[in-house]
């Protein structure tokens, strides 16, 4: 087998960690002292959001694992199991995947004494049990899984005018044909070459990714071409990280007009809340927003700002009203078209993201008694810090008020010029993001 | 059954009188009860007639139907004890004459009434017309004696219907009485029956009991342990508990030419001193003679012998009026002379000046103290006349009844109410085959005697249930006040509980004619709860501990079996660093840990870490 030279010393790393880690387990095992592991602790309430650096990040609080602790003794287990499992494959040249470390670790534990009833248990039951021990393994070795060469289905695709070196092969990203290159899920082994771009756009949905691959966008805007299919997975916003910081290239993310598309976007800009240990890593903080807008479809002038004084408070009621007005890329007609109802669990996630305040001013007159029994549910929801500011609330408003969402096939459907040319480098041009 | 006393020691009242007037008290109200009750006195004098006297006892009870009766509610219940016997002499005045029993002696008996198997017998003679049937032999006796007697209702005189004897063949001796009556053997009877011969059993491990119903069921609780409860003895009432008649009927049958020599002889702690003290007192020539007392002098000698009744001076507030203090004590106290009145009350710190209504209970609680100066001192009731069951029994029957986890019993030093000496004895099971219940199951004993009807004006029902008798039951939620003090034990309902209590006294404070609960007698219910909770921390104890027990085994279980797959996985890790043979050490150490952690042998945690299979 011919492996990578960038491949080796990465595991060469990951086997020294897991040797120094666990070898002090052992040793202090054979001291007399109680195994204990310290983990940093992966909870809500450990999170912090990095105001200056504009990411989510572990809190100093610790966990202390102790196996002689009745309710940890079975996650410690698990965690030497999993480390044996990585160490293991580490040394042995493999590549798991994270099912495939699932399966190698999940066996039955049985105690089988006379006179006593027989106890049978399972290592892991569920996938996400074993997930959430790599996440442990990952946090207390302070390193990545993909560093640890533990791999997951590729799912994020780049094109665009940029030469790499994965592996000890150079792939030049500007001849996949129509297809495109997956970016791998040990995006920190790529090496980047050489690049003609000007900026990156990261497209949410797929099909609009093709759609604009193409139609040429890339070449003819000078872009590098991303989609993360969905929800991104960490390599895909890996990758984009290390475009905007080591390239210095802006990146611009394309995205439904829902709640779902604009988490889409915190995530890549902030990290996702469970996952907030890698957020160092894998969030791009100056990541801009560039569409799909609220005001894109519908201009700001449906907005009563009178109505909002009475229960925003008023200095954020005054930085709204100071922001450019803008006009509506869609015709009433096409509106008509193309919106989509919003579902009850469509304004739940909105009120998360922006705070049930918000929510209570924009809301009109709301007759479905489902989408009302959402909104009480969410009674006193803060909002995420960095969805409070005058152009997000001005957007979420606009979301409360027509409960309306948007796809960007609508966009792209009202003629993929429109989009391609129009739209999306008019936003550029003017500045018309949201960071 | 006062088979051996002496003729003198009776003395006689009508039957048919006493009949009537004891039907529904002595339980004879309807069939049920009747088939029930009869159980009880043949039962109790059977006991009565063995281990009281050293034997331990086999009791056989069989209630069939008569082959020969035509109606179907007659039943045959007949029980055999192997007891002393009945000296063939007074047999006849033994089941066919109403006898009182005599109370010049006092010992504790099961017989509650005075009038035993006789209203049984009544009952059947009056429902059946069939009369006694008798079998019995004394120990050392040559000849089995037979017996069908029945009773002359108006001159309360044996009618000898039958009578025979033989020689014995064999070494026995005891009693076997049969009786035929009108019962039911339904279901509440049954049941009842049943419930009594069980718990007779769960205070007789000592004894052997058969038990063959109607329905040929047969019980059989076998004996568990060889040691009986020591008999009670006789001894003299103490002179705090007489009362008017027992006087009376003393002078009757004194042959003391004296009333002191009278008292000194038929008084427990008299002697001569106490004895002309009191006559003094009373204003009674200590030389007269008993017979020629007057009734005002005896009433006088009771009061004095009695001695200062707080609860006395207490009614006595009812009834004097106007009368100062001074003047109420001395025409209301026997021997206490109106100066002898103006120094108690200054004693205990009252103006005899005053009123004597408008004393507070404080102030008559002092001046009863004051006045007890003047009478007689006597030692404690002697509490030799009880037969308490003792631990070691109440434990054994507990265990052969209800085979609990858990039994704890205790048995309280004699204390006395009233001059009545008394013994409180709890016991408590748990757990086993006991099944859980919302609330304790209560068994209550008054003289080894079972108290069934469950009753929440008894003592005992009132301790158990967590129920101070200070506090207004109407204003607390009884079932919270239960839970709350159980819960201090660490019992939880539902609970697998049963509590024993056992009174036994010379005198039992029955609650009214019943008989079936104990009356509020501060003293008695102080031992109860002080019993209670003597065994009620044991309990917790045990608890605790087991509590304690389980929670280490879960310990080491959760920490053992995870041992073998940390060892396994750390050495994957570190045999690269420490060499092959650190799986051995590594599973060594953590057993050591593990142990020393949780507190027990390595070998303990090995054994499990042996037993653990990890498949694939």
């Keep these: 087998m011919s492996v990578s030279s960038v491949d080796k010393r990465v595991r060469e790393h990951g086997i020294r960690l897991f040797r120094e880690k666990f070898g002090k387990i052992v040793k202090n095992i054979l001291e007399n002292k109680p195994p204990v592991l310290l983990i940093p602790k992966r909870t809500l309430s450990n999170t912090i959001y990095d105001e200056k650096n504009k990411m989510l990040l572990l809190g100093p609080e610790y966990l202390r694992r102790s196996f002689f602790d009745m309710n940890e003794a079975k996650k410690f287990m698990q965690t030497m199991l999993m480390a044996s499992i990585i160490y293991d494959a580490l040394v042995n040249n493999e590549y798991p995947t994270i099912r495939d470390i699932y399966y190698r670790g999940k066996h039955t534990i049985r105690v089988k004494k006379k006179g006593m009833r027989m106890e049978e248990e399972n290592t892991w039951d569920k996938q996400s049990e074993s997930d959430s021990v790599i996440r442990d393994i990952e946090v207390y070795l302070g390193i990545l899984r993909e560093e640890l060469l533990i791999l997951s289905k590729e799912k994020g695709k780049v094109v665009g005018n940029m030469r790499i070196r994965s592996g000890d092969d150079v792939i030049d990203l500007s001849r996949m044909g129509h297809g495109a290159y997956s970016i791998e899920p040990t995006p920190d082994l790529i090496e980047f070459l050489d690049v003609d771009a000007e900026f990156v756009l990261v497209v949410e949905k797929d099909a609009v990714f093709q759609q604009l691959h193409r139609y040429g966008f890339w070449k003819k805007y000078k872009a590098i071409l991303i989609t993360s299919a969905g929800q991104p997975d960490r390599a895909t916003r890996r990758f984009v990280r290390r475009l905007n910081d080591e390239l210095g290239l802006p990146v611009y993310i394309l995205a439904d007009s829902d709640p779902y598309g604009w988490y889409i976007y915190s995530v890549f800009k902030i990290g996702s809340i469970t996952l907030s240990y890698e957020s160092e890593r894998l969030a791009t903080p100056a990541a801009r927003f560039i569409g799909v807008n609220m005001t894109d479809v519908f201009g700001t002038s449906i907005l009563n700002i009178n109505k909002l004084k009475k229960k925003l408070p008023p200095d954020i009621v005054e930085a709204i009203s100071k922001l450019p007005p803008k006009k509506p890329y869609l015709s009433e007609r096409e509106r008509r078209n193309y919106i989509i109802k919003a579902k009850p669990k469509d304004v739940e996630r909105a009120i998360e993201l922006c705070g049930y305040d918000v929510a209570d001013a924009c809301l009109g007159n709301v007759r479905d008694e489902k989408i009302r029994k959402a909104i009480r549910g969410k009674e006193g929801i803060p909002g995420y810090p960095w969805f409070r500011k005058p152009e997000w609330i001005r957007e979420l408003c606009i979301f409360f008020h027509t409960l309306a969402k948007l796809e960007i096939e609508a966009i792209a459907s009202k003629g993929l010029r429109f989009l391609a040319d129009k739209y999306i480098p008019q936003k550029i041009e003017t500045g018309d993001w949201i960071t | ?274 004895a002309e003290d009191a006559l003094r007192l009373a ?334």
């Design chain 2, 1 to 274: 059954m006062a088979t051996t006393s002496e003729a003198a020691r009776f003395r006689h009242i009508s039957p048919a009188e006493f009949f009537a007037k004891y039907k529904e008290i002595a339980g004879f109200g309807n069939p049920s009860r009747a088939m029930y009750q009869t159980v009880r006195e043949l039962v109790e004098n059977a006991l009565d007639a063995t281990d009281s006297h050293g034997i331990l006892p086999n009791i056989k009870i069989i209630i069939s139907r008569p082959a020969s009766s035509t109606s179907s509610n007659h039943y045959t219940i007949t029980v055999e004890d192997n007891g002393i016997g009945i000296p063939p002499q007074h047999v006849p005045n033994a089941f066919g004459k109403v006898l009182f029993s005599s109370k010049y002696v006092q010992r504790q008996t099961r017989g509650m009434f005075g009038l035993g198997v006789k209203a049984a017998i009544i009952y059947a003679q009056k429902t059946t017309g069939e009369p006694v049937e008798v079998v019995t032999s004394t120990i050392g006796s040559k000849r089995i004696y037979y017996f069908k007697i029945k009773i002359d209702l108006a001159k309360n005189e044996p009618i000898i219907v039958e009578r025979g004897s033989w020689r014995k063949s064999r070494e026995w001796h005891g009693t076997i009485a049969s009786l035929t009556i009108e019962g039911d053997w339904g279901r509440s009877a049954r049941r009842l029956i049943i419930e009594y011969i069980k718990r007779t059993a769960v205070v007789t491990p000592y004894a052997n009991i058969v038990f063959v119903t109607p329905d040929k069921q047969v019980y059989f609780f076998k004996r568990t342990i060889n040691k009986l409860p020591p008999p009670p003895k006789e001894v003299k009432p103490h002179p705090r508990g007489i009362d008017l008649t027992f006087i009376k009927d003393l002078i009757k049958s004194t042959k003391k030419d004296t009333v002191k020599d009278m008292l000194v002889k038929n008084l427990q702690g008299v002697g001569d001193k106490i």
């Design chain 2, 283 to 616: 204003g009674i020539d200590p030389n007269k003679s008993p017979h020629k007392l007057s009734d005002d002098e005896i009433k006088r000698l009771v009061a004095v012998l009695r001695g200062i009744d707080p609860d006395y001076l207490y009614r006595l507030q009812g009834s004097v009026g106007e009368k100062t203090v001074a003047e109420a004590i001395s025409e209301n106290i026997v021997g206490i002379k109106y100066e002898q009145a103006i120094a108690a009350a200054k004693e205990a710190g009252i103006d005899p000046q005053r009123l004597y209504a408008e004393l507070s209970e404080e102030e008559i609680d002092s001046l009863a103290k004051a006045l007890k100066r003047f009478y007689p001192r006597y030692k404690a009731p002697s509490s030799e006349s009880l037969s308490p069951l003792g631990e070691e029994i109440i434990i054994e029957g507990l265990k052969r009844i209800y085979h609990p986890e858990f039994v704890a019993a205790t048995t309280r030093r004699p204390s006395a109410y009233q001059g009545h000496p008394f013994i409180v004895e709890v016991g408590i099971a748990y757990g086993g085959k006991i099944p859980s219940r919302n609330r304790p199951q209560l068994l209550r004993y008054a003289n080894k005697i079972p108290l069934l009807r469950e009753s929440s004006d008894d003592i005992s029902w009132k301790v158990v249930m967590g129920l101070s008798s200070r506090r207004a039951a109407a204003e607390i939620d009884k079932d919270k006040a239960m839970r709350e003090f159980w819960s201090q034990y660490g019992v939880e309902f539902p609970a697998p509980l049963v509590v024993l209590t056992h009174i036994c006294s010379t005198k039992i404070p029955f609650t009214g004619v019943g008989k079936e609960s104990i009356a509020d007698v501060p003293e008695i219910e102080r031992e109860l709860r002080l019993g209670l909770m003597d065994v009620a921390r044991k309990l917790k104890r045990y608890l605790t501990q087991k509590k304690l027990e389980a929670e280490k085994k879960r310990r080491v279980i959760v920490l053992a079996k995870y041992i073998p797959e940390v060892t396994r996985s750390l050495t994957i890790i570190a045999k690269d660093i420490f060499g092959n043979g650190i799986e051995e050490k590594l599973r060594n150490k953590l057993i050591e840990l593990a142990a020393h952690r949780i507190g027990i042998e390595q070998e303990e945690v090995k054994e499990i870490v042996d037993s653990v299979e990890t498949g694939v």
